[in-house]
């Protein structure tokens, strides 16, 4: 079995399995989208959005913070509604806004998640293909390296790019104003401050990709053998990616609540203009909320984050190896009939 995927997986090109993750990326956000609009105006309807107000938006693939503007109730959260819980919800807005409501703020979201997970998968199969030549295919330690690796690279390149289009977003600026402002940002704060906020996300996604990269490959095995299959299938790839999803989102649950915590702070100062109080470190917000709402306040928010989380992971995997599969028999085929 696991020679024959190895062959599989060497037939596959860099650009097809950029092709196969950016396939993947655009199905999960389709799906998982709807998911979190849904969340959002139920949350918008019993604790109203105030100017400057920050709320978490997440299309399965990457959370983007938005901070609300002044008063616009055209803004997709704020459409007034009155609703009993998620299908009342999911019914109602369908009904009355048009499907389209559903993947409301899509777009933006997006823009920055296709790029961010065609790096991510990408990088992980060229880093495994190489880790194996000189580890050995069968090597456990290749999917953690592989996986954290690959993260870390995704999120530092991707990391002032998330701060320049959260800016753009929400100031409404040309541009020409937005090259003066981060000129302006580097110049005062110098280059490391376009990567703000890259601790807090890199201590939440390693460890996440290192854990769920080792979960899905020892599952993948397991299901493979029991099943009798000579490579994953589509449901294969759809179980080991929901269940390894679902244990490394809840072991790094704190350092998402840590980073969901001090982006919106951030945030809200800027917009409020409120002076910044000092920058402070991933373990002090950490003890601020544990010394506040108990150890539990780690773990906030884990039944929605699962919901999320896990058809997102399972879709996700599960799109992107059927994506590496058709290529493998094309190529595989085109190699028979040159």
Known sequence: MAEMSDSNLDKTTALQQAIASCCGA???SLFVTPLDVIKTRLQAQSNPFSKGKCFVYSNGLMDHICVCDNGDSKAWYKKPGHFKGMLDA????TQREGVKSLW???????????????IYFTCYDQLSEALKSRLGKDDEHI???AGSLSRFGSV???SPLELIRTRM????FSYKQLYLCVSSKVASDGWLSLWRGWSSTVLRDVPF??????NYEHFKKILCKELGAHEPTFFIAFVSGAASGSIASVITLPFDVVKTHRQTELWECETLKIPQRDSTSTWAVMRKIVAKNGITGLFAGII???????PACAIMISTYEYGKSFFSHLNGKMSQHP
């Open 104 to 118: 409301s703020g899509l777009p933006p979201t997006l823009i920055m998640a296709l790029p961010t997970t065609v």
């Open 143 to 145: 999917p953690i390296l």
């Open 304 to 310: 929605p984050r699962l919901f999320k989380v896990a």
């Open 156 to 158: 530092t390149i991707v």
């Open 90 to 93: 999911f019914v109602k807005i």
């Open 169 to 172: 977003q929400y100031r409404k």
């Open 209 to 214: 990709s290192a854990m769920y990269w080792y």
């Open 26 to 28: 655009i199905i999960t």
